[in-house]
């Protein structure tokens, strides 16, 4: 059983950073991405980052590109998301994933097995 749990979330203003993080315990695979997502009331689930577990490869959506840092940490097991210059259009419930299939680096949230139950982010303008 793999467990993942998100924290870091809170009300911040525009411009200014958060840094959520994502720790993962119980059963581990060879080779995995973990992801984030993000889910505004009402909307679909957007990707938002991702990261080779192995490798630390990542890949970013556009809109966060430039602002938004994924990074794990190995020794604890640990995924974080430094997110910077927060603006109004980020407020959403943040949820990490695990992809355990090891192919690479997917954007599509269906392709992610396990998931925390998310962190809610709010940015005022």
């Known amino acids: 059983q793999v467990q993942l749990e998100e924290s870091g979330g809170g009300l911040v203003q525009a411009g200014d950073s958060l840094t959520l993080s994502c720790t993962v315990s119980?059963?581990?695979?060879?080779?995995?991405?973990v992801g984030w997502f993000r889910q505004a009331p009402g909307r679909e689930r957007l990707f938002v980052a991702t990261?080779?577990?192995?490798?630390?490869?990542?890949d970013y959506a556009d809109s966060v590109k430039g602002r938004f840092t994924i990074s794990r940490d190995t020794a604890t097991n640990t995924v974080y998301l430094q997110m910077n210059s927060l603006q109004p259009e980020d407020t959403a419930v943040y949820y990490c994933?695990?992809?355990?299939?090891?192919?690479?680096?997917?954007?599509?949230?269906?392709?992610?097995?396990?998931w925390g139950r998310g962190t809610q982010v709010t940015v005022s303008s």
């Open positions: 119980g059963r581990t695979f060879s080779a995995y991405a």
């Open positions: 990261i080779d577990w192995n490798s630390g490869t990542s």
């Open positions: 994933a695990i992809d355990p299939k090891g192919l690479g680096l997917s954007p599509r949230w269906w392709e992610y097995g396990y």
